[in-house]
């Protein structure tokens, strides 16, 4: 799962807290004032009722229930009162009046007590009056009722509510606007900054930041344009290096070739030079003829030779078809072993009479197998045992050669299939360094190990399905 970015996580805290904040602020705010109103509510109504309980008290006295009800029917006038009822000590009902209105209700019950001479206005005193002078509370003789409808409040309360969540949620969302501009200000630069980065990471070098108008961002901006622009003359300072390498090494490889090119030919011009100059002195003499198949089997080494070099130096591209590998092998096999009858070299094959069906180029597979038989032949000195085995594995086909001969060395393990590392003293070191460049070209690998017996060990693996390779890329050496 992706990890959200610092945009979004602006955001999600900006909006975590600009609601926890309006939220809490809210609710605090509406219970005080929630309180505050019902308080003075419930304080009006109170004072209604001491005040009626101050003007029944004549009524209560004399009896006088159509004053009693006048009063009733007149506190009844105010807008939230659902009933007012008088009763006598005894619990008489004296007077009642009542209106449907909705609740819920509220309940205020205030007794009736008989003023002393020197007292004040009771609608001004608590629930009890004043005490009189030897510590006597005033006599009771009535109580009053009044039931009132808070609904008023709770619609009023309700409708600031509404309101007040109305405007919570304009500024939270006035306040996430502004606050996204205000991020996406400073969220954009890091943004153009990764994509800058995956440009130039793409290839296009030459990529730079454009610095903002932020002086934060603007000094990264200009650093990572230092940062690229550094890394930009380190590159084309590594591509000097690499092209002056590459030259020298050109030129030491050139030098190289021309010396082992020029020794290997300089022998075989000598022996056919010094041939012809006994041919002028006598041309009549019966040794001619040999000296003839001298002069021949040199023309043909340096064409040897010649040939060789042309083919690693421009290898032919692989015209892969299907093949059965193990016949090719039989084949090859067979070929190199009668073509000079005069070796005392057995050749032992366990190669599986089965087909085995692979993607390749028989001539230039051919060709990599009689380098390494060549150079197994070499190595047993014309005489010895060579061992072929194949297996036919569900993705690849793998062929062992093994010979009895000398082996390599070890400090040439690592560099038997470079180009022209030899261990014989007539070798181009060309044979195997091509060998190696077909097997790469079959999207295989080849490897070279001493045998612990005797002799030495080619192994060499290549896919059996379809894929084609780039000759010119890696050699594809498995050491």
Same mark, same amino acid.
């Given at each position: ?32 004032f ?13 004072? $209604? ?7 029944? /008290? ?14 009733? %029917? ?83 309360? %309700? ?12 500024l939270?969302?006035?306040?996430? @606007? @502004?606050?996204?501009?205000i991020?996406?200000?400073?969220v ?11 440009? +130039?990471?793409?290839?296009? $070098? ?14 990264v ?11 930009e ?7 000097a ?6 030259r020298?090494n =050109? $030129? ?13 030919i %300089? ?22 003829? @040999? ?5 021949? /089997? ?5 064409n040897?030779?010649? /040939? ?14 299907? +093949? ?48 390494? =038989? ?5 190595a ?40 022209? @590392? ?9 044979? $195997? ?20 017996? %005797? ?25």
């Open positions: 799962m992706k990890s959200p970015g610092i945009h979004l996580r602006f955001l999600a805290t900006a909006l975590m807290t600009i609601s926890l904040s309006a939220f809490t602020l809210g609710f605090v705010g509406m219970k005080l929630h309180g505050f109103v019902q308080n003075q509510f419930d304080d009006r109504f109170q004072f $209604l009722a001491r005040y009626l309980a101050l003007n029944s /008290e004549l009524g209560i006295l004399i009896d006088q229930r159509q004053m009693l009800s006048q009063l009733a %029917k007149n506190l009844l006038a105010e807008g939230d009162m659902a009933k007012v009822a008088i009763f006598n000590t005894s619990g008489v009902r004296l007077a009642d009046a009542a209106k449907e209105i909705p609740g819920p209700f509220i309940t205020i019950r205030e007794p009736v007590r008989i003023k002393a001479a020197s007292e004040e206005s009771q609608a001004f005193f608590g629930q009890d009056g004043p005490p009189h002078a030897d510590g006597r509370k005033p006599d009771v003789i009535g109580q009053v009722e009044i039931v009132y409808s808070t609904s008023q409040v709770n619609r009023l309360l %309700k409708t600031i509510s509404f309101w007040y969540l109305w405007l919570t949620t304009g939270t969302a006035f306040s996430l @606007v @502004v606050f996204y501009f991020s996406r200000s400073l954009s630069p890091l943004t153009r900054l990764a994509q800058t980065a995956r440009q +130039v990471g793409g290839g296009e $070098l030459d990529r730079r930041m454009t610095p903002g108008n932020i002086p934060e961002t603007r000094e901006s200009m650093a990572f344009n230092a940062m690229l622009d550094s890394l003359r380190g590159r084309r300072a590594v591509e290096a690499n092209q002056e390498m590459v020298q =050109l $030129l030491a490889e050139m030098g190289k070739f021309s010396m082992m090119i020029a020794h290997e %300089k022998n075989p011009l000598s022996i056919i030079k010094s041939s012809f100059d006994i041919l002028k002195k006598d041309p009549s003499q019966p040794d001619n003829f @040999v000296l003839f198949q001298y002069i021949e /089997e040199e023309v043909q080494r340096i040897g030779l010649i /040939e060789d070099f042309l083919s690693f130096a421009k290898p032919a591209k692989p015209s892969f078809r299907v +093949v059965d590998a193990n016949g090719m092998l039989k084949e090859c096999v067979e070929r190199f072993r009668r073509m000079d009858m005069t070796l005392r070299i057995e050749f032992e094959t366990h190669i599986p009479e089965t087909s085995c069906l692979s993607y390749l180029d028989p001539d230039l597979f051919r060709r990599a197998v009689d380098n390494i =038989l060549k150079n197994a032949v070499e047993c000195n014309e005489q010895g045992v060579i061992s072929i085995d194949a297996a036919c594995m569900t993705e690849t086909w793998r062929v062992e050669i093994n010979d009895d001969g000398c082996g390599i060395p070890e400090n040439m393990l690592d560099k038997i299939f470079n180009p022209f @590392v030899t261990t014989r003293a007539k070798g181009t070191g060309l044979g $195997l360094a091509y060998t190696a460049q077909v097997i790469q070209g079959h999207g295989g690998v080849i490897r070279a190990l001493n045998r612990a017996q %005797k002799g030495a060990q080619f192994i060499i693996e290549i896919p059996r399905e379809p894929k084609q390779f780039d000759l010119f890329g890696a050699n594809g050496v498995k050491e």
